[in-house]
Every structure is written in C-alpha cells, then in structure tokens.
C-alpha cells in the first residue's frame, strides 16, 4: 500500500536483548518522527528526522535508544538492552512538511513487550 | 511532565450526549491538531488550528484554539458510537517543527 509501514507489529524479546524496528515512510514524504504509546495514553515523542538535517533528539528516554534514517526514507529505531518499562507500541509517522508540522500520516505501530 | 495536557481522561456517555474535551498548556503553539485514534492503527488527523480564536466545524465536530493559543477544545453534538475512540491533541512549538501531544481522551459512546 502505500501508507506509513512499519515492522514488525509486534516484538516480545527478553530483558537485556536489543530489538529493531523498522519503519518505511510514505515516499516523497521528508518528515519522519517516531513516537512511543504507553497503555493506550498519549504520544511520547522520541525522534524527528527532517531531510538531511540533523534530527531532533531531545525525545529519546536513554542512550539505550538510538534511530536512524538511511537515504532520506527508511528509518531504524534500535534499543539496546532492553528493560520492561521499554514495553509500549512504538508508532511512526511521516509528514510531507513544507515548513510546518502538517498532517502526520502513521503507521499502525510495533507493539514491543520485554519479558 | 506532559507538554500537553488533556481533561477528561476517561469519558463514557450515552448515545445522543454532548461532550466537551480540554487540551491545555503553558506553552505557547503555532499550530494545534486533533487526531482520533482507534484500537490497533494510528491516529489519524481530524482537523487544524492555526489562528488564535480560531472555531473550525467538521460535522458534529467544533474545535477551538484560544485566543492566547495555549489551549484548545474539542466539543461533540449529538455523540454517536462511531465517535468511540482516543482523542489526541497535538501542539508545534513556534521554531520547532515536531508534533507534540496531549496525555490523550478515551471516548467511549454507550447506544
């Protein structure tokens, strides 16, 4: 299709491992953000990548995260060594964004549990 | 400590009701949005404000953006179960082009 598409939709690993997730954007979309959702609550920002620029970090938790975005389209989020309170539906979204936030488009989100 | 925080939490009403959600702030946001998300998706963009006292309609829909644009409301007419969801506002920081959001309204519309 041709959403916001993320992978995989759901992840349990065991405490102390390190997980991936994946996201690909809408294509020509130069925005991408990703967010963290806890217990169905509000959005956590995490990361803010816009074209070439260098992302917005100020939202990741610890340095155990770390994203990134290879030729303005795919992005990883990795955390490594992962603890429980990391469990959460980590959700992507791109934006056209032409100088404003405008609409975020998102994906339907990886849902990560630590055992 | 949330940017953005919504009132209520937790709403459930009969089929018919009128309902007012809060979204308020200390901070200052150039543009507001509102996003409804429902189980297993992501939320998805109802409307936005960008004018301070600014009242847009969608339907049975009216959101407003203070005047001072640190605030904004969402109010329901004639509530249907359809309306049955998450209600999320989002806030951009003047400078700033990320999206933050609100603690988040679980709607729920009882026929």
């Known amino acids: 299709g041709a959403g916001v598409s993320q992978s995989p939709s759901n992840k349990v690993t065991e405490k102390g491992k390190d997980v991936e997730l994946r996201c690909d954007p809408i294509?020509?979309?130069?925005?991408l953000y990703w967010y963290r959702q806890s217990l169905g609550q509000g959005l956590e920002f995490l990361i803010y990548?816009?074209?070439?620029?260098?992302?917005?970090k100020s939202g990741l938790p610890s340095d155990r995260f770390s994203a990134e975005r290879t030729g303005g389209s795919v992005s990883t989020l990795t955390i490594q060594r992962t603890q429980q309170e990391d469990s959460a539906v980590y959700l992507c979204?791109?934006?056209?964004?032409?100088?404003?936030?405008?609409?975020?488009?998102f994906g339907e989100g990886s849902r990560l549990t630590v055992l | 400590t949330q940017l953005l925080e919504q009132s209520p939490q937790f709403l459930s009403i009969q089929e018919g009701e009128n309902l007012t959600v809060y979204c308020n702030s200390s901070?200052?946001?150039?543009?507001l949005q509102w996003y409804r998300q429902e189980p297993g998706e992501g939320p998805v963009l109802l409307v936005t404000?960008?004018?301070?006292?600014e009242v847009k309609k969608l339907k049975r829909l009216t959101f407003q953006f203070g005047d001072a644009r640190k605030d904004s409301s969402l109010h329901i007419t004639a509530a249907q179960p359809g309306d049955t969801g998450l209600y999320l506002c989002?806030?951009?920081?003047?400078?700033?082009?990320?999206?933050?959001f609100g603690t988040g309204t679980r709607l729920t519309v009882i026929p």
């Open positions: 404000v960008v004018t301070g006292g």
């Open positions: 979204a791109s934006s056209l964004n032409s100088g404003a936030a405008g609409e975020l488009f």
């Open positions: 989002a806030g951009e920081r003047y400078g700033a082009n990320n999206l933050f």
């Open positions: 990548f816009q074209g070439n620029s260098a992302p917005d």
């Open positions: 294509s020509g979309h130069t925005a």
């Open positions: 901070s200052v946001f150039s543009s």
